[in-house]
């Protein structure tokens, strides 16, 4: 069975970037020693390497095999629930960290309350968002087959702001990474070393590039699972027409116009989301920036540069991975009692996912 042309560039795409990453941690666990100065690793070498790679890429790709099975016999994405699961089972130790480190004095309940409120309403912001969607107006023409009539009906074409997901971040942070990863294989080179110093976490440029990384992929990945021609093709084909819009090209046109201007606005509303916990945590190190940021850092305040010191649980790409998760699972699962004849799990109204 030939799989669809998305499904075959997300599997060549992890196993690259888990083989890519498998090497760096390999190279990694050789350079590291225990308490006594042993070496973590007892026989290093290409061996070593060799098996550590085929171990990370041989898991990896069951992993992505169980939530393929996931996706054909459950609900929802499988990948994106095997995720969701790894977020939120950790969520009640941290509850538990947290009000230990209130009780010992180690944070502060000042810094705690805004947190909250932080939180909240970056949840609150990312339910508008995923929910946002672009209605175009469609008007199909009435058809007369034999006595009856068919069409003449008004609908509308929903576009969502984010049609992308979470995937545009996770792709984006996996390439990011790899420079970090490379030079970490490259250590006797001085200037791979210096170049991963201005593009490491907390950097400038690392912002810059996972920014360019996330609308890249946005993009990239709107291009492969939708196609305005077709879908203008299929509207001709029924009978429907966009008002004011001449069927056919100018229709696809017309949609992959607006569809270009949303997938912008969703592309910066995940970079937003996923770097500015990171931003509110280490700050932005201005010093980082080739030539011109020591001449400049001290134009800006010290929360600016260092952050606000507080380990966030939840970061950017988690908050989306669990709101995200959390309103397809449970619109698809109203979706399978609505379709059984049960009353759903609200009887006055309707629970509404991101797409609906």
């Known amino acids: 069975m030939a799989l669809p042309r998305e499904a075959q560039y997300t599997r060549y795409g992890t196993v690259l970037i888990s083989i890519i990453q498998g090497t760096g941690i390999a190279l990694y666990l ?12 007892p026989h290093p070498g290409w061996g070593f390497r060799v098996m550590t790679v ?19 016999r459950g609900i929802g994405n499988g990948i994106s629930l095997i995720i ?20 010992r004095g180690n944070l502060e309940l000042l810094k705690i309350i805004p947190l909250v409120v ?21 008007q199909y023409a009435k058809r007369v087959v034999g006595r009856k009539v068919y069409g003449g009906q008004s609908t509308y074409l929903p576009l969502r702001v984010n049609t992308g997901g979470v995937i545009p ?43 360019i990384a996330i609308v ?10 939708f196609n305005p021609a077709d879908l203008a093709e299929n509207m001709r084909k029924y009978g429907g027409f966009i008002p004011g819009i001449r069927p056919g090209k100018r229709t696809s046109e017309y949609i992959d116009r607006i569809l270009t201007r949303i997938t912008l606005v969703g592309s910066l509303y995940l970079a937003a989301v996923a770097i500015l916990p990171e931003f509110l945590l280490t700050g932005i190190h201005v010093a980082g920036i080739p030539w011109l940021g020591p001449k400049i850092e ?23 991975i669990v709101v995200g998760v959390a309103m397809d699972t449970i619109q698809q699962v109203e979706s399978q009692l609505v379709m059984r004849n049960y009353e759903g799990f609200m009887k006055r109204s309707r629970i ?4 609906g």
């Open 30 to 41: 050789e350079r590291m020693t225990s308490p006594g100065g042993a070496s973590l690793v």
């Open 54 to 72: 085929i171990t990370l890429t041989t898991g990896t790709a069951f992993v992505m095999w169980l939530g393929e099975q996931i996706s054909e």
């Open 84 to 103: 969701f699961a790894g977020i939120v089972v950790g969520f009640v130790p941290a509850i538990g960290n947290t009000l230990n480190g209130l009780q």
């Open 118 to 138: 932080f939180m909240v309403a970056v949840v609150a912001f990312i339910v508008y968002m995923e929910r946002a969607q672009r209605r175009i107006p469609v």
């Open 169 to 211: 971040v996770i792709f984006a942070g996996s390439v990011v990474t790899i420079p970090t990863v490379l030079a970490s294989m490259l250590q006797s080179t001085r200037w791979v070393q210096d170049a991963a110093d201005f593009i490491k976490y907390g950097q400038p440029i690392y912002y810059l590039l996972q920014v």
């Open 216 to 225: 890249f992929f946005s993009y990239f990945y709107i291009s492969i699972i």
């Open 298 to 320: 001290g134009s800006f305040p010290e929360w600016f540069k260092t952050g606000m010191g507080i380990n966030f649980y939840f970061g950017g790409t988690s908050l989306l």
């Open 352 to 355: 509404r996912g991101r797409r």
